[in-house]
Antibody, heavy 119, light 110 residues
Framework: EVQLVESGGGLVQPGGSLRLSCVGS????????MSWVRQAPGKGLEWVAH????????YYLDSVRGRFTISRDNAKNSLSLQMNSLRAEDTAVYYCVRDFSSGDSHEYWGQGTLVTVSS | QSVLTQPPSASGTPGQRVTISCSGSNSNIGNNYIYWYQQLPGTAPKLLIY???QRPSGVPDRFSGSKSGTSASLAISGLRSEDEADYYCAAWDDSLSGRVFGGGTKLTVL
């Protein structure tokens, strides 16, 4: 069974930093591209960042580029999102996503971790 | 506002067929696959449709997707109370080099 478990969310002051982690199990982590998607309270989904299997390509939402860094450790089946210079508008539930794969025709989402940026 | 445009709400009675539209541009829907998601209250989104009109295993065939040009739609036939949820469309956007979502459509089963 595929599982994605996020951690690292919490309350942080504006301008502060936070590192989110996601551990995957039940699949060969190194074979799949991964993403972070967020959802502000009561709002819709917003894609944040994407990383290829071997970290050869990384893509970011314009509003987080330069502040957020996506990375992965395939040996530890782990995905991370380092978030710096946090703003109130970054407040959201952050979901770890195993991107769609034609291999098993599925996409998987974690349960999400809440990040609150407030003084 | 979202790059992909969806109606904020839709509704239907049990057994009815409802459709949800998603409008974009050549840089996203026009040139890439569309995906649809269902988000039940308090839960993570679930993939409903991939590659415009394909269903992952386990998704009932009451759900179907279509795409024409820079627009797409999700159809739900034989509406059930458990279909009451938020629905999102998504596609890769070549101009933004990122994934874009619609604003979401809240489906109410009357």
């Amino acid at each position: 069974e595929v599982q994605l478990v996020e951690s690292g969310g919490g309350l942080v002051q504006p301008g502060g930093s936070l590192r989110l982690s996601c551990v995957g199990s039940g699949f060969t982590f190194s074979s799949f591209s991964m993403s972070w998607v967020r959802q502000a309270p009561g709002k819709g989904l917003e894609w944040v960042a994407h990383i290829k299997q071997d970290e050869s390509e990384k893509y970011y939402l314009d509003s987080v580029r330069g502040r957020f860094t996506i990375s992965r450790d395939n040996a530890k089946n782990s995905l991370s999102l380092q978030m710096n210079s946090l703003r109130a508008e970054d407040t959201a539930v952050y979901y770890c996503v195993r991107d769609f794969s034609s291999g098993d025709s599925h996409e998987y989402w974690g349960q999400g971790t809440l990040v609150t940026v407030s003084s | 506002q979202s790059v992909l445009t969806q109606p904020p709400s839709a509704s239907g009675t049990p057994g009815q067929r409802v459709t949800i539209s998603c409008s974009g541009s050549n840089s996203n829907i026009g040139n890439n696959y569309i995906y649809w998601y269902q988000q039940l209250p308090g839960t993570a989104p679930k993939l409903l449709i991939y590659w415009n009109n394909q269903r992952p295993s386990g998704v009932p065939d009451r759900f179907s997707g279509s795409k024409s040009g820079t627009s797409a739609s999700l159809a739900i036939s034989g509406l059930r109370s458990e279909d009451e949820a938020d629905y999102y469309c998504a596609a890769w956007d070549d101009s933004l080099s990122g994934r874009v979502f619609g604003g979401g459509t809240k489906l109410t089963v009357l």
